[in-house]
């Protein structure tokens, strides 16, 4: 029979893409940086890398056998959420962390409310949220030098805290450059910007993730940092600002998460400027030298407005009183 006239219900366009390509493409997006990591922060990274990915899968199969549901591990979500996590970890985090936190991120954030496509924020963050909460020593405290495969490695701040803490360090570039290659403290994942950058270009080459949220929200901390410098008006090192902390990593995999960032396009455009204005005023007036994971997690709580308000109209309606 032929099937050309056949009228089904929307979508008409169907797509080869699947939820395992997806997570594919971004697991490859994500490997410059996991090799990055370990580069700079040795096996302890690795280490940590493959443990939180096979707790997350783990606990992802556990809950399905428990649930007696169908086992949907292979279409590595999971996967991809164990990188992010350890991502933002710092290296001297212990074992048993990246353990508690997996589990925060796939029963708890994920699986509680439904599976992949129902969580409303995203797993990784509100694991790394739970464990800034409940092990701060351990998550904010201890940061060692990125140091290539790990050895002589010392004790040291973050780029973020110590401007934060000296408003009036004058930035080199110096600072600029090891923040964009990796060379400088932070969690394991997120030091190397320029890694990020590439993995992010590639994402977008793909059609993975869509401009608009990345764009907007390193526009948006560029632009604020600048402005509202540290020092005051216009004394901001913006270039600084949005290549140190995990910006980039925030704003290439984790802002554009699909089950919890808009599927318009003004509600992304929205959700990159919101998560930007809330990074700028967390790092500049709060406590936290960084603010990336509690601006996207902020944000994913009105992912549902953005999706009412910013929807586009359905092509043959009309507005409330007017005439077609």
Not at 72 to 83: K, Q
Not at 133 to 148: F, G, K, L
Not at 168 to 178: A, E, F, Q, R, T
Not at 220 to 236: P, W
């Amino acid at each position: 029979m032929d099937n050309r006239y056949l009228v089904t219900s929307t979508p008409h366009i169907l797509s080869d893409d699947t939820i395992e390509k997806i997570m594919r493409d971004v697991l490859i997006a994500l490997t410059p940086s996991a090799i990055m990591a370990v580069y700079y922060f040795g096996l302890k990274a690795l280490g940590l890398i493959v443990l939180t990915v096979a707790a997350c899968v783990g606990f992802e199969y556990l809950y399905f056998r428990l649930t007696k549901r169908p086992n949907t591990i292979t279409d590595l979500s999971a996967v991809v959420t164990g990188v992010l996590l350890a991502f933002n970890l710092p290296p001297t985090a212990p074992f048993w962390m990246a353990i508690v936190g997996a589990f925060v991120a796939i029963v708890i954030t994920k699986q509680l409310f439904g599976g992949l496509g129902q969580n409303f924020m995203n797993p990784a963050l509100a694991a790394r949220a739970f464990l800034m909460a409940a092990y701060t020593p351990q998550m904010a405290s201890t940061w060692t030098t990125a140091s290539p495969f790990g050895f002589d490695a010392v004790a040291t701040a973050t780029p973020l805290s110590i401007i934060k803490e000296d408003p009036g360090y004058i930035l080199s570039s110096n600072d600029v450059l090891n923040a964009l290659l990796g060379n400088t403290a932070g969690c394991i994942g997120e030091t190397c910007a320029l890694a990020l950058i590439a993995g992010g270009i590639y994402l977008l080459a793909r059609k993975i993730i869509s401009w608009r949220v990345p764009a907007t929200y390193i526009g948006t901390v560029f632009i604020l940092s600048t402005v509202l410098g540290r020092n005051g008006f216009m004394t901001g090192a913006g270039w600084y600002e949005i290549l140190a902390g995990g910006l980039m990593m925030g704003a290439f995999f984790m802002a554009t998460d699909y089950a919890t960032s808009p599927v318009n396009d003004w509600g992304k455009i929205i959700m990159g400027v919101g998560c930007g204005i809330l990074t700028v005023v967390i790092r500049n007036y709060g406590g936290y030298p960084e603010g990336v994971s509690y601006s996207i997690l902020i944000m994913n709580l009105f992912v549902p407005l953005l999706d009412k308000y910013c929807a586009a109209r359905v092509f043959g309606t009309k507005k409330a009183g007017q005439k077609l």
